[in-house]
């Protein structure tokens, strides 16, 4: 029995609230158990120097956490004058994953910025961030698209992403908090409604892992996976 009370398949409850923010021109708040985040999609028309002039746009991402998502404050980073590493990390991750499903083409020379706040976190947070970050640029490609900014959307799939682990000896779909820090095995998978594979991060904290355990969590996160971009389905069809 998981601490709290799933199985080693079973999703933690999955919440979303589209059209939260009132001034974003895409947004929603994703609840994963007890991870919330905060994802806002803003356009801008313009793009990074190195793509002037190239009828290309670009999508980027900003990630962090506020001070009481976890049971101790923790410093804001503006505060300390620079980002850390692993929010460096996370937002390239949150920026890779949403542009490999978008035609950026299509988007023109204007680019769409990504905000992922971590309201509160227990575990997933930066895979919630990705799942949550998709539905908010639908909303902005859709307002594009209404507005005739661009022919149609740029977006090719869904795409979402979910953790897994080796917890005492078992392959464990989406973990909290309480299994990710004490798990033998580590793992974030970004994947499409396709199945094809954007990027899979895997770490072994205690011993090599073996490739039937990785085969095992690889399918733990397509059943994860399929369940989460359903939940993107349902969040996109209030366009």
Known sequence: MRTDGREADQMRPIHIQTAVSKHAEGSCLIQCGDTHVLCTASIEERVPPWLRNTRRGWITAEYGMLPRSTGDRSRREAAAGKQGGRTQEIQRLIGRALRSITDLN??????????????????GTRTTAITGAYIALHHACGLLVKTRAISRTPLTSFVAAVSCGIHQGQPLLDLNYQEDSTAAVDANFVLTEKGGIVEIQTTAEDK???????TAMLELARKGIDQLITAQRDACALD
């Open 208 to 214: 090599p892992f073996l490739e039937n355990q990785f």
């Open 106 to 123: 299509i988007l023109g020379e204007r680019q769409i910025i990504l905000d992922c706040d971590v309201l509160q976190a227990d575990g």
